[in-house]
C-alpha cells in the first residue's frame, strides 16, 4: 500500500465496521487498494414498492440492491469518500455530477462539500443521505417542480468562468441566436493538466484581419499563461409549432468533445446557432493562430427549462463548457476536439452581494451619505458594500498618509506603498466601491464648508436621501450639522469613545428632532447615570492624545488597534444596514456598545430619544434656542404637579453649543430648600446650591454643567422685567450665556441676557 500510514487505517476499519452493521448494507466487501486509493464495495437495499420487486427493478432502471462503490482517498478522514455507482446506472436522472460517460456516474447526495458533512456528522450521515438519494431516484423525486429545476452540478470542476449571469440572460429573446463576448482567462498547468480561470467581459466582434488580436497569450512562470481569447453564447428559439423550446427532459453532463457537445446543443435546441458560431471561430483561428498554438475557447450553451431553476426566478440555465484550440481543430459535428464542462461563478453585483448577505435583492438601494471615511468611516462604507449598500457619496477632505494604513480599512496597494499614500481618503472608498459593482461619488471637501454653501449642501446631502452618516469623530462637525438649520437630512452619528471602549450610533427623529446636538447631550446624560459607563467615560484619563506620525508632525488621535476599531465598525456597519431594511425609527435612537472586560465583544444597548421641546424667544429663526429633552420636560411637569397652586422651579443642566446658539437641556436639578413658592413668584434658594452644581459638573468631566434656571406661571404670560433680570445676572456670575426658562400652563417661554 502506497503511504500506508496517510489511510489513518483506525478510522478506515471504524467506517467500514459501520457500513456492515447499516440497516440498509446488505453486504460490504473486502477493501481494496488500486491506484493508491482503498476501494469499498457494499450492496446496498433500496425500499422499492412491492409492485416494483417482481420486475426487479424500478421504472427507470433502480435495483431493489444497488452496488455502490466508496473510494476512500489519501487523507480520509480529512476527506470524504467518493461515491460511484454502476457503470449503467441511468445517468439522465437529476442530482448526478458531471463526468465522462466511459467513467461511473457519481450520485450528488448533498448539497454542499461531503468533506465538511463528513466532520460535522460522520460517515454515517453520508451513507443516510446516500439511501435518500437511491430511494428518491427509484421513484423519480429527484426534482421537485415546487422547489425549482435543479441545475447540472459544476462546483467541483476544475475549470471556471466568471460572468454575470443576469446579464448574459439579458441577451436571450425568443429567437435563436449566438454572440460572441471577450474572454479573459489565466491557464495553469499541473500534473499535466491543464485548469482556465476566465472572466466573461464585454460582448465583442472577431474577424480573420482582428484575430491576432482576439486571441493572445503571454506566457508569466511556472507555467501559467494569461491571455485573451473568446467565449461563445449561443440560446434556443422556438420550435417549428412557434412554441419556445424547451429542454424538460435532465440530461446528465457527458460532454467531452465537439460531437457530444453537438447533441447536447441539439437538447437545447441551439445547435444550428452553435454550429454557425463555431464555423466562424473556426475560419477566425486559421488567420490569427499559427499552427501550433492553442488557445481556450468558452462555449456557453443555454437551456429553457419548462419552470424556474432552484433559487433563481429565471427558467434558463447556462452550462459553460472550454474547448482548447488550435487551427486545424475540427468542429464538425462528428468531430473528437476535446471539451470540458466548466463551472461558473457570478460575477461581482449588487445581486451577488445581497444575496450573499441574505438581504432581499430585489429591494432599492436607498441613497445615502458617508461623511467621514477615515478608520471608522471607510469600515462602515465598504461594510455596507460589501453588502450591496454602498453610499451614493463620500465626503472627506482628508488624504491617506502612511500612518492611516494602522486602522484605514484601504491598506496601500502597489510594489511602493509608500508612494500608494496621498490618494485622497473619499477617491480611495470611491474606488473600492466601484470594484464591488456599485456607483459612489466622491468630494475631496470638507463637509462643514458644504453646509455653509446652500446650492452646494442641497446637492451633496439632499433632503430626498435616506439618510448622512457623519463618522468624522470631529466635534466641530458634529456641531456644525447640529446648527444647520437648513439642513432637512436625517444624519447617523457613529462615534467611538474610552480608547475605543465605548461605541456609539445615534440616530436623528423625524424633521432632526432630536437632532445630532440633542443626542451627543442625552449620551452624557445616559452615562452619567449608568456608574459603569460614568467611570469609563467621565472618570479615567482623556484617550484623544497626539501620535507621532513624523518628525515634528503627529495626529491626535486614540492610539488603538485596528481589531478594536473593526469591532465597533462592524457592528455599527450591521445597526445601518438593519436601518435600511426596517426603516428609520419614529424617534430618536441611541446605541451605545461597550466592549467587553475580555476586550473581544462588544454589549451594545438601545434607547428611544423623543422630541424635544424647541423654545425660541423670539419667533425669527436667528433666536438662540433652547432644547428641552423628554426627561427634562417630565421632571418640570412632576415638580409642577407637586406645588398646585404656586410657582416653582428649579436649576436647567445640559450643555450649551455657541455653533449651534443653543442651550441643550437633559435634566433639570431640584430647587435649593430655601427656595420660596407662592402663588405669585419663585425665588431660587442658594443653599447648598454652588455646591451641588460643582459636584454635578464634575461627575461628568463638565461635559454637563448648569445652563440657568427654569420656573413655573401659572397662567400664559411673558417673561417679566424680574426673569430679565434674573438671566442677565445668570450670565455675568458664571461668564457663560445662561438662560431662565418658564413655564405656563400652556407652552415654554424663554428669557435671555440681551
Given at each position: 500500500m502506497?503511504n500506508?500510514a496517510t489511510?489513518?487505517p483506525i478510522?478506515?476499519?471504524r467506517?467500514?465496521?459501520?457500513?456492515?452493521?447499516?440497516?440498509?448494507i446488505?453486504?460490504?466487501?473486502v477493501?481494496?487498494?488500486?491506484?493508491?486509493?482503498?476501494d469499498?464495495?457494499?450492496?446496498i437495499?433500496v425500499g422499492?414498492?412491492?409492485?416494483?420487486l417482481?420486475?426487479?427493478?424500478?421504472?427507470?432502471?433502480?435495483l431493489?440492491?444497488?452496488p455502490?462503490?466508496?473510494r476512500?482517498?489519501?487523507?480520509?478522514?480529512?476527506?470524504?469518500p467518493r461515491?460511484?455507482?454502476?457503470?449503467?446506472f441511468?445517468?439522465?436522472?437529476?442530482?448526478?455530477?458531471p463526468?465522462?460517460p466511459?467513467?461511473?456516474?457519481?450520485?450528488?447526495?448533498?448539497?454542499?462539500?461531503?468533506?465538511?458533512?463528513?466532520?460535522?456528522?460522520?460517515?454515517?450521515?453520508?451513507?443516510n443521505q446516500?439511501?435518500?438519494?437511491?430511494?428518491?431516484?427509484?421513484?423519480?423525486r429527484l426534482?421537485?417542480?415546487a422547489?425549482?429545476?435543479e441545475p447540472?452540478?459544476?462546483?467541483?470542476?476544475?475549470d471556471v468562468f466568471v460572468?454575470?449571469?443576469?446579464?448574459?440572460?439579458?441577451r436571450?429573446?425568443?429567437d435563436a441566436?449566438?454572440r460572441?463576448?471577450?474572454?479573459?482567462?489565466?491557464?495553469k498547468?499541473?500534473?499535466?493538466?491543464s485548469?482556465?480561470?476566465?472572466t466573461?467581459?464585454?460582448?465583442?466582434?472577431l474577424?480573420?484581419t482582428?484575430?491576432?488580436?482576439?486571441?493572445r497569450k503571454?506566457?508569466l512562470?511556472?507555467g501559467?499563461?494569461?491571455g485573451?481569447?473568446?467565449?461563445l453564447?449561443?440560446?434556443?428559439?422556438?420550435r417549428?409549432?412557434?412554441?419556445?423550446?424547451?429542454?424538460?427532459?435532465y440530461?446528465?453532463?457527458?460532454?467531452?468533445?465537439?460531437?457530444?457537445?453537438?447533441?447536447r446543443a441539439?437538447d437545447y435546441?441551439?445547435?444550428?446557432?452553435l454550429?454557425?458560431?463555431?464555423k466562424?471561430?473556426?475560419?477566425?483561428?486559421?488567420g490569427g493562430?499559427?499552427?501550433?498554438a492553442?488557445?481556450p475557447?468558452a462555449?456557453?450553451?443555454?437551456a429553457r427549462?419548462p419552470?424556474h431553476?432552484?433559487?433563481?426566478?429565471?427558467?434558463?440555465?447556462?452550462?459553460?463548457y472550454?474547448?482548447?484550440?488550435d487551427?486545424k481543430s475540427?468542429f464538425?459535428a462528428?468531430?473528437?476536439?476535446?471539451?470540458r464542462?466548466a463551472?461558473h461563478?457570478?460575477?461581482?453585483?449588487?445581486r451577488?452581494l445581497r444575496?450573499?448577505?441574505?438581504?432581499?435583492?430585489?429591494r432599492?438601494?436607498?441613497?445615502w451619505?458617508?461623511?467621514?471615511?477615515g478608520?471608522v468611516?471607510?469600515?462602515?462604507?465598504?461594510h455596507?458594500?460589501?453588502?450591496?449598500?454602498a453610499?451614493?457619496?463620500?465626503?472627506?477632505?482628508g488624504?491617506l498618509?502612511?500612518?492611516n494604513?494602522a486602522?484605514?480599512?484601504l491598506?496601500?496597494?502597489?510594489?511602493?506603498p509608500?508612494?500608494?499614500c496621498f490618494?485622497g481618503k473619499?477617491?480611495?472608498v470611491?474606488?473600492?466601491?466601484?470594484q464591488?459593482?456599485?456607483?459612489?461619488?466622491?468630494?475631496?471637501?470638507?463637509?462643514?464648508?458644504?453646509?455653509r454653501?446652500?446650492e452646494?449642501m442641497?446637492?451633496?446631502l439632499?433632503?430626498?436621501?435616506w439618510a448622512?452618516?457623519?463618522?468624522?469623530a470631529?466635534?466641530?462637525?458634529r456641531?456644525?450639522?447640529?446648527?444647520?438649520?437648513n439642513?432637512?437630512l436625517r444624519t447617523?452619528?457613529?462615534?467611538l469613545?474610552s480608547?475605543?471602549?465605548i461605541?456609539l450610533?445615534?440616530?436623528?427623529g423625524?424633521?432632526?428632532?432630536?437632532?445630532?446636538?440633542?443626542?451627543?447631550?442625552?449620551v452624557?446624560e445616559l452615562?452619567?447615570r449608568?456608574s459603569d459607563l460614568?467611570r469609563v467615560?467621565?472618570?479615567?484619563?482623556d484617550?484623544v492624545?497626539?501620535?507621532?506620525t513624523?518628525?515634528g508632525?503627529?495626529?491626535p488621535?486614540m492610539?488603538i488597534?485596528?481589531?478594536?476599531v473593526?469591532?465597533?465598525?462592524?457592528?455599527?456597519?450591521?445597526?445601518?444596514?438593519?436601518?435600511q431594511i426596517e426603516?428609520l425609527?419614529?424617534s430618536g435612537q441611541?446605541?451605545?456598545?461597550?466592549?467587553?472586560?475580555?476586550?473581544?465583544?462588544v454589549?451594545?444597548?438601545?434607547?428611544?430619544?423623543l422630541?424635544c421641546?424647541?423654545v425660541?424667544?423670539?419667533r425669527?429663526?436667528?433666536?438662540?434656542?433652547?432644547?428641552?429633552s423628554q426627561?427634562?420636560?417630565?421632571r418640570?411637569?412632576?415638580e409642577?404637579?407637586?406645588?398646585p397652586?404656586k410657582?416653582?422651579g428649579?436649576?436647567?443642566?445640559?450643555?450649551?453649543?455657541?455653533?449651534?446658539e443653543?442651550f441643550?437641556?437633559v435634566?433639570?436639578?431640584?430647587?435649593p430648600?430655601?427656595?420660596?413658592?407662592?402663588?405669585?413668584?419663585?425665588v431660587?434658594?442658594k443653599?447648598?446650591?454652588?455646591?451641588?452644581?460643582r459636584?454635578y459638573?464634575?461627575?461628568?468631566?463638565?461635559?454637563l454643567?448648569?445652563?440657568?434656571t427654569?420656573?413655573?406661571?401659572?397662567?400664559?404670560?411673558?417673561?417679566?422685567a424680574?426673569?430679565?433680570?434674573t438671566?442677565?445676572?445668570?450670565?455675568?456670575?458664571?461668564?457663560?450665556?445662561?438662560a431662565?426658562?418658564?413655564?405656563t400652563?400652556?407652552?415654554?417661554?424663554?428669557?435671555?441676557?440681551?
Amino acid at each position: 500500500m502506497k503511504n500506508e500510514a496517510t489511510y489513518a487505517p483506525i478510522a478506515l476499519g471504524r467506517a467500514v465496521s459501520l457500513m456492515q452493521r447499516h440497516p440498509n448494507i446488505q453486504r460490504v466487501r473486502v477493501p481494496q487498494v488500486r491506484n493508491g486509493v482503498i476501494d469499498v464495495e457494499a450492496a446496498i437495499s433500496v425500499g422499492l414498492p412491492s409492485r416494483w420487486l417482481a420486475p426487479g427493478r424500478s421504472p427507470n432502471g433502480v435495483l431493489p440492491v444497488e452496488p455502490v462503490l466508496f473510494r476512500f482517498p489519501e487523507g480520509f478522514p480529512l476527506r470524504a469518500p467518493r461515491i460511484l455507482l454502476r457503470q449503467d446506472f441511468d445517468r439522465s436522472l437529476a442530482h448526478v455530477n458531471p463526468g465522462p460517460p466511459n467513467e461511473q456516474p457519481s450520485p450528488c447526495i448533498y448539497d454542499g462539500n461531503l468533506d465538511e458533512l463528513l466532520q460535522r456528522a460522520g460517515i454515517a450521515v453520508i451513507l443516510n443521505q446516500l439511501v435518500v438519494w437511491l430511494e428518491n431516484a427509484a421513484l423519480g423525486r429527484l426534482i421537485d417542480p415546487a422547489q425549482g429545476w435543479e441545475p447540472v452540478r459544476r462546483d467541483s470542476l476544475r475549470d471556471v468562468f466568471v460572468f454575470d449571469a443576469d446579464t448574459m440572460r439579458s441577451r436571450v429573446n425568443r429567437d435563436a441566436g449566438h454572440r460572441l463576448f471577450r474572454l479573459e482567462y489565466v491557464l495553469k498547468q499541473s500534473s499535466g493538466r491543464s485548469a482556465i480561470f476566465g472572466t466573461v467581459t464585454d460582448s465583442t466582434t472577431l474577424s480573420p484581419t482582428s484575430a491576432k488580436d482576439a486571441f493572445r497569450k503571454v506566457i508569466l512562470r511556472d507555467g501559467v499563461q494569461y491571455g485573451v481569447s473568446v467565449a461563445l453564447f449561443v440560446w434556443p428559439g422556438r420550435r417549428a409549432t412557434g412554441k419556445l423550446w424547451l429542454a424538460g427532459e435532465y440530461r446528465p453532463e457527458t460532454v467531452c468533445d465537439i460531437s457530444s457537445l453537438v447533441a447536447r446543443a441539439k437538447d437545447y435546441g441551439c445547435d444550428t446557432q452553435l454550429a454557425n458560431g463555431l464555423k466562424w471561430v473556426a475560419n477566425c483561428l486559421k488567420g490569427g493562430v499559427t499552427s501550433d498554438a492553442t488557445v481556450p475557447v468558452a462555449i456557453i450553451l443555454c437551456a429553457r427549462r419548462p419552470f424556474h431553476l432552484i433559487r433563481s426566478d429565471s427558467d434558463l440555465e447556462l452550462c459553460p463548457y472550454i474547448a482548447e484550440l488550435d487551427s486545424k481543430s475540427s468542429f464538425k459535428a462528428s468531430g473528437a476536439t476535446g471539451v470540458r464542462p466548466a463551472g461558473h461563478r457570478d460575477a461581482i453585483s449588487v445581486r451577488l452581494l445581497r444575496r450573499m448577505s441574505d438581504t432581499d435583492s430585489s429591494r432599492e438601494n436607498p441613497r445615502w451619505i458617508q461623511i467621514g471615511v477615515g478608520s471608522v468611516g471607510s469600515k462602515i462604507a465598504l461594510h455596507m458594500a460589501r453588502s450591496g449598500a454602498a453610499p451614493s457619496t463620500v465626503v472627506d477632505s482628508g488624504y491617506l498618509f502612511p500612518h492611516n494604513a494602522a486602522r484605514h480599512a484601504l491598506p496601500p496597494v502597489g510594489d511602493r506603498p509608500d508612494r500608494a499614500c496621498f490618494l485622497g481618503k473619499a477617491e480611495a472608498v470611491s474606488n473600492a466601491a466601484r470594484q464591488l459593482a456599485q456607483d459612489c461619488a466622491p468630494f475631496n471637501l470638507d463637509v462643514r464648508d458644504v453646509l455653509r454653501n446652500e446650492e452646494q449642501m442641497n446637492s451633496l446631502l439632499p433632503r430626498r436621501a435616506w439618510a448622512a452618516v457623519n463618522s468624522t469623530a470631529s466635534l466641530s462637525v458634529r456641531e456644525a450639522l447640529a446648527s444647520c438649520r437648513n439642513l432637512r437630512l436625517r444624519t447617523i452619528e457613529t462615534s467611538l469613545f474610552s480608547d475605543g471602549r465605548i461605541g456609539l450610533v445615534a440616530v436623528e427623529g423625524p424633521d432632526r428632532n432630536p437632532n445630532c446636538g440633542d443626542l451627543i447631550s442625552s449620551v452624557y446624560e445616559l452615562a452619567l447615570r449608568d456608574s459603569d459607563l460614568r467611570r469609563v467615560m467621565f472618570e479615567e484619563p482623556d484617550s484623544v492624545r497626539r501620535v507621532d506620525t513624523g518628525l515634528g508632525c503627529g495626529s491626535p488621535t486614540m492610539a488603538i488597534p485596528d481589531g478594536r476599531v473593526s469591532i465597533f465598525a462592524a457592528s455599527m456597519a450591521e445597526a445601518i444596514r438593519l436601518l435600511q431594511i426596517e426603516g428609520l425609527p419614529g424617534s430618536g435612537q441611541i446605541l451605545i456598545g461597550k466592549l467587553s472586560d475580555d476586550g473581544i465583544g462588544v454589549l451594545w444597548r438601545k434607547f428611544e430619544a423623543l422630541p424635544c421641546k424647541v423654545v425660541r424667544e423670539r419667533r425669527d429663526s436667528a433666536s438662540p434656542l433652547v432644547r428641552i429633552s423628554q426627561l427634562a420636560h417630565g421632571r418640570i411637569l412632576e415638580e409642577i404637579g407637586r406645588w398646585p397652586g404656586k410657582e416653582t422651579g428649579g436649576v436647567l443642566v445640559g450643555r450649551f453649543s455657541d455653533a449651534a446658539e443653543t442651550f441643550y437641556v437633559v435634566d433639570v436639578l431640584t430647587a435649593p430648600p430655601d427656595s420660596l413658592r407662592s402663588a405669585t413668584h419663585f425665588v431660587l434658594g442658594k443653599l447648598g446650591l454652588r455646591q451641588s452644581l460643582r459636584d454635578y459638573a464634575r461627575s461628568c468631566n463638565y461635559a454637563l454643567y448648569c445652563l440657568g434656571t427654569w420656573h413655573s406661571h401659572l397662567s400664559p404670560s411673558d417673561p417679566s422685567a424680574r426673569d430679565y433680570e434674573t438671566a442677565r445676572a445668570l450670565e455675568v456670575s458664571r461668564l457663560t450665556p445662561s438662560a431662565v426658562v418658564i413655564r405656563t400652563p400652556t407652552d415654554y417661554r424663554l428669557a435671555l441676557a440681551t
